[in-house]
């Protein structure tokens, strides 16, 4: 496969590409990103891509006008280099939130960039828990759409954490919610959010399900102020939850919403590396990566096989690599 297959990272990529490399045994590709004093950006591969199967790894995260804009020069960078095929990997999809044109004279974000991806080249794209499922269908390629949900729970059954409810922070969360539950055993209950402004303040309303005496795991795909989660945690409080837990699929937490979760009710934030994020830390946040699974799923790819097993469970060797625990 070393020969046929090349995974090179882009500029806030190549650690998370680095691991998948690990897991599948082979270098990562040899590559080079310049941003220049006016903001431009120079990208470059640094070996032959002739004929490869060629992937490339950059989440549009914490700078995403900047990760978009390379991943687009990249695309073209391997088709004029007359790669064989290219997979965009983008473990975490920032402008996801923007799915509808829900008042007037918007823009849907999420589309403009499905078409400027697959109009600089991409063949496929991999991506992860998408905070809106229907933007696959903004794509003309093949998406294929990973979940972090089997990983979180595995990690989470593997703590001393029992007798608990599954809390969605929302009602556009509690499909997922639900699933949560039904592969940890538990039941579930709702918060009621509300949000009146563009920007990242949400109000709880009130919870629905019953909380008093149980422990509770929150479950939401990310968190930006670390608002929802905290005031949830506070108003399950309130109603007698006792141990509060959370599981983000995507880590987006400012370094003022950290505080805020080091502050909070809430015990253990468990996440994934979507997203790197150097300058966060807290003792609160437990990090399972996901790069082993998005290895899997290329070589599965690769080997024209299925990845539909992963939406559901993990093979024991990508758990042993991510949270070091055998699947049960």
């Known amino acids: 496969m070393d020969g046929e297959i090349k995974v090179f990272g882009g500029s806030t990529g190549k650690l998370f590409a680095q691991r998948m490399c690990e897991y599948m045994g082979i270098e990562l590709g040899i590559s080079e990103v310049i941003k220049f004093s006016d903001g431009n950006l120079f990208v470059k591969a640094g070996e032959t891509v002739r004929d490869k199967d060629v992937y490339l790894v950059q989440p549009i995260g914490l700078n ?6 390379e991943i687009l020069f990249w695309m073209d960078a391997f088709k004029r280099a007359s790669a064989n095929s290219v997979t965009v990997i983008i473990p975490y999809f920032g402008y996801a939130k923007g799915d509808k044109k829900d008042e007037p004279r918007v823009s849907i974000r999420a589309r403009v960039c499905a078409d400027c991806i697959e109009l600089a080249g991409a063949d496929r794209v991999l991506i992860m828990d998408l905070h809106s499922p229907q933007i696959q269908g903004f794509f003309k390629k093949p998406v294929d759409h990973l979940f972090a949900l089997p990983l979180l729970c595995e990690y989470v059954k593997s703590l001393d954490f029992e007798d608990f409810v ?8 509690a499909k997922q919610a639900r699933n949560y539950a039904a592969a940890l055993k538990a039941p579930v209950a709702i918060g009621d959010k509300t949000r009146k402004f563009h920007d990242e303040r ?7 399900g019953n909380v008093e005496g149980k422990n509770a795991l929150i479950v939401d795909d990310f968190s930006i102020s670390g608002g929802t989660l905290v005031d949830l945690a506070e108003g399950l409080k309130e109603r007698g939850a006792k141990r509060i837990f959370a599981c983000l699929s995507h880590l987006l937490l400012s370094k003022s919403g950290a505080e805020k979760v080091d502050n909070s009710p809430i015990e253990l934030i468990i996440s994934t590396d979507s997203i790197e994020h150097p300058e966060l830390s807290s003792q609160k946040i437990k990090i399972v990566s996901v790069a082993p699974l998005f290895a899997e799923a290329i070589m599965r790819i690769h080997n024209r096989e299925s990845i539909s097993s992963l939406f559901d469970s993990v093979p024991d060797k990508v758990l042993q690599y991510s949270i070091g625990i055998k699947n049960r």
């Open 64 to 69: 995403p006008n900047d990760e978009f804009t």
């Open 202 to 208: 949400a109000e709880v309303l009130q919870i629905i």
């Open 166 to 173: 599954v809390v969605s922070p929302d009602v556009g969360f």
